[in-house]
């Protein structure tokens, strides 16, 4: 027959699941708070008393019966708590939901000291229950069996005094911790109460249950920083002087608020994917600090807010620790601002609080209460709704509306969003949202997200993000707005587009009424007034056309003689048969021709020369007494084109470009005209309409002008290119045969020369001049 028998539990157990389990002093305290919270407590102090060496914690919640004491506080993992409808959790849980759901809290005031004296009494009730527990009784023999391990409960007639908290009145409970195992003095006190604070309430948002901590010293002052309600006093700076997304996911849905330093931008509403969270409620608040949020929370709080923490997480109202401490990255935020410093959030930008309230055991914590929640899906799904809705959302926003102004690290207000740049940035992320199917705009701030009032400042992107929102949102208004913007943006368009093309005519205009003045500018320049020509001046003109005139008198003369010379030899009879005589009459002939047709070139030149040189009649600039200047050849070819070639009728259009050269040396004004004279009128009789005098460098000290047009070119049938410098060679019928021969004779005086370029089917010239060295 098989005997029925049962586990027997060692007093061992009392380390287990005490000092063993609860190891921290601090976790042990906020285990008894939780307890206390649970209870239905407004208030709990908790009063340190070194002289005395105790802990007494003192709440008003309901407190517990004789019944309730035997029956659950000393059954051992047992817990059972029972909801009020002005329960504190009321606000962050369905009912029914409480911090401690293992049973074990009251085990903590083991790792606080050697014994617990317990008051309680429940409202309706004069009894106040008193329990006695020695803690070292369940250490003296292992093998003893936990439950045989006495204590006491029995009445006690009040409540025992304590200096700083006032006793329980209708309901309540005190514990006095006796033979604490740790020293508490102002500094550990001081430790305690701000991580009291990130524990229950970090951003000093609630004022649901005020947390006080006392120390006993006698004395009649208050010491700041470890008397009184603990709470950060931070509120208003987090709520105001911060970029901040608010959270709620509930029943299947999330919904979405984003404020920025008190400014509502957006709400949205969209379907939860997260089917892991059914059945529970996630409520989280994440701010961003700027550089100045991050300068006046160090100053207020005396921490950085580094120091302080990042984003921690509460479940049905108590802190998961370590979630959130300094250098904790359970969502993994500081591995992923490595990749972008620029682009992502890390731990060091945020703060922030996601409370969690959910059914027992839909989350687990790991017993030792100092290391976050276990891994499974749910706890994936919780950390993944985290990072995705809340910090990402906000990180969206705050990279791409608050970075992409440098200057705004340093603002603690939101005025400067309603700049046309700091709309349009914002308008791209509510138009972002507004594209999602999946998303419902609920709300957004009408002084941003709207059509401005000045054309020019409206973009297409802009106005794109605008009807997107319109849309989503159901904003008839607003599309009508868009379509009114859509048509004044195109009357501007079309005025602009007729006041570019009146401007552009007036410019044309404008630029044409300057190359006028231009044009008379330089000939006064090169010509200057009449009124400047004196008698002297006059006098050199004359002495010139003298000169040139007797050049031409005196090549008449040498013609008229070598054609009478011709004349006699052709009238002198030679003898019959005698063929030499006539050999020497033709050779005299040809002689006294070449020396006629040289007199003519001489005259021609000479000619030339004093048609230019009676041109410059209006205002001689030039010394005519030497015939040579010392200047800039090529500044003198410019101001010879604009001043004496621009319009002349029946003659092609010329034009000199300079390529931006100087070529400094001695000529004569006279021939450099009757040069480019000479090559204008050939290019006129090979019909050209313009002819293109271009200056480059040749060589160090050179010059090289080319010479082309649009005539007709060189006939190679009836012309030999290779003929026509020789004088007296015409490629036209009728000329002369001097134009180019005088040409390079000018260039030749100047030691330059002048050559055909190309393949020869063009009259196309290359000029070199060398400068003064050369």
């Known amino acids: 027959m098989a005997a029925t028998e049962t586990f027997r539990v060692s007093s061992h157990l009392k380390d287990i699941i005490g000092r063993d389990l609860v190891t921290n002093e601090f976790v042990a305290i906020f285990e008894l708070v939780k307890n206390s919270f649970d209870a239905g ?10 002289d005395e060496n105790t802990i007494a914690i003192v709440d008003d919640g309901r407190g517990m019966s004789p019944k309730d004491i035997r029956d659950k506080w000393l059954f051992v993992a047992y817990s059972e708590k029972v909801p009020e409808a002005d329960n504190y959790r009321d606000r962050i849980k369905p009912a029914g939901q409480f911090a401690g759901s293992k049973g074990i809290g009251r085990f903590a005031c083991d790792t606080l000291g050697a014994n617990l004296v317990l008051y309680s009494m429940v409202s309706g009730s004069s009894t106040i229950s008193k329990l006695e527990v020695d803690w070292t009784q369940f250490e003296k023999d292992s093998k003893e069996e936990f439950q045989a391990v006495t204590v006491k409960l029995a009445r006690a007639r009040a409540f025992p ?4 908290a006032k006793s329980p009145n209708e309901h309540g409970t005190v514990l006095v911790i006796k033979n604490v195992r740790h020293l508490w003095d102002e500094d550990s006190i001081g430790k305690l109460r701000k991580d009291l604070a990130k524990l229950i309430d970090p951003f000093g948002t609630t004022t649901n249950v005020v947390v006080s901590t006392w120390l006993a010293d006698g004395g009649a002052e208050q010491i ?5 309600p603990v709470g950060n006093h931070i509120a208003d700076l987090l709520q105001d002087k911060t970029s901040r997304i608010d959270v709620l996911i509930e029943d299947g849905n999330i919904g979405t608020t984003l404020f920025d330093r008190g400014r509502k931008i957006y709400t949205i509403k969209e379907v939860s994917p997260y089917e892991e969270l059914e059945g529970c409620t996630v409520r989280g608040t994440i701010y961003f600090l700027n550089r100045a949020a991050k300068h006046n929370f160090t100053m207020r709080m005396g921490v950085r807010p580094v120091e302080f923490g990042s984003v921690f997480l509460f479940l049905n109202g108590f802190r998961i620790f370590p979630i959130g401490e300094e250098f904790d990255d359970t969502l993994g935020l500081s591995r992923r601002k490595q990749q972008g410093q620029s682009r ?3 731990t060091r930008d945020i703060l922030g609080r996601v409370d969690v309230s959910a059914r027992p055991k839909m989350f687990r914590e790991v017993s030792s209460r100092d290391a976050g929640l276990i891994d499974d899906a749910r706890s994936r799904a919780l950390y993944d709704a985290i990072r995705k809705h809340m910090i990402f959302r906000l990180e969206r926003y705050v990279v791409g509306v608050n970075w992409k102004d440098k200057r705004d690290q340093d603002r603690d207000t939101s005025d400067s969003l309603v700049t046309e740049s700091a709309r349009e ?3 791209a992320i509510v138009g972002g949202l507004a594209r999602s199917r999946d998303i419902e705009i609920v709300y957004y701030d009408p002084e941003i997200v709207r059509v401005s009032d000045d054309p020019d400042q409206i973009t297409d992107n802009a106005l794109k993000a605008i009807e997107e929102v319109a849309e989503s949102s159901g904003d008839t208004a607003l599309l009508g707005q868009i379509e009114e913007a859509r048509r004044r943006i195109e009357e501007l368009r079309a005025s602009r587009e007729e006041a570019h093309e009146v401007a552009q005519r007036a410019i044309e205009e404008r630029q044409r009424a300057d190359a006028r003045i231009d044009r008379l500018e330089q000939q006064a320049a090169f010509l200057g007034s009449s009124r400047d020509v004196n008698v002297e001046r006059v006098q050199l003109l004359m002495h010139q056309a003298t000169i040139h005139l007797g050049h031409v008198r005196s090549a008449i003369a040498n013609v008229s003689h070598e054609l009478g010379s011709v004349l006699a030899l052709a009238s002198t009879p030679a003898r019959d048969g005698d063929f030499d005589d006539f050999e020497d009459l033709l050779a005299s002939i040809r002689q006294s021709g070449r020396r006629a047709l040289a007199s003519i070139a001489g005259a021609n030149l000479s000619g030339e020369r004093l048609r230019t040189v009676l041109s410059f009649a209006p205002n001689i600039r030039v010394d005519l007494q030497t015939d040579k200047v010392r200047g800039d050849l090529l500044k003198f070819f410019g101001e010879y084109f604009t001043v004496r070639l621009a319009g002349v009728p029946g ?7 300079a390529g931006g050269l100087m070529l400094d040396r001695e000529f004569s004004p006279v021939d450099i005209a009757v040069l480019i004279d000479n090559l204008q009128d050939n290019a006129r009789k090979a019909k050209a309409t313009r002819v293109d005098f271009k200056a480059a460098r040749k060589g160090q000290d050179a010059v090289s002008i080319r010479v082309t047009d649009d005539g007709l070119g060189i006939d190679e049938r009836r012309v030999d290119s290779a003929k026509i410098f020789e004088r007296g060679y015409s490629g036209s019928p ?5 134009g180019l021969y005088t040409v390079r004779q000018i260039v030749q005086e100047m030691n330059g020369s002048i050559e055909l370029f190309g393949d020869g089917s063009r009259a196309d010239f290359e000029i070199v001049i060398p400068g003064e060295k050369a």
């Open 734 to 738: 009728g000329g002369t045969g001097l």
């Open 651 to 657: 003659m092609p259009v010329a034009t000199f470009d």
């Open 344 to 346: 992502y959030l890390g």
């Open 41 to 50: 407590a407004t208030r709990v102090d908790i009063e340190f008393d070194p």
């Open 224 to 228: 700041e920083g470890v008397d009184g």
């Open 425 to 427: 940035r914002v308008l």
């Open 161 to 164: 005094k304590i200096h700083n």
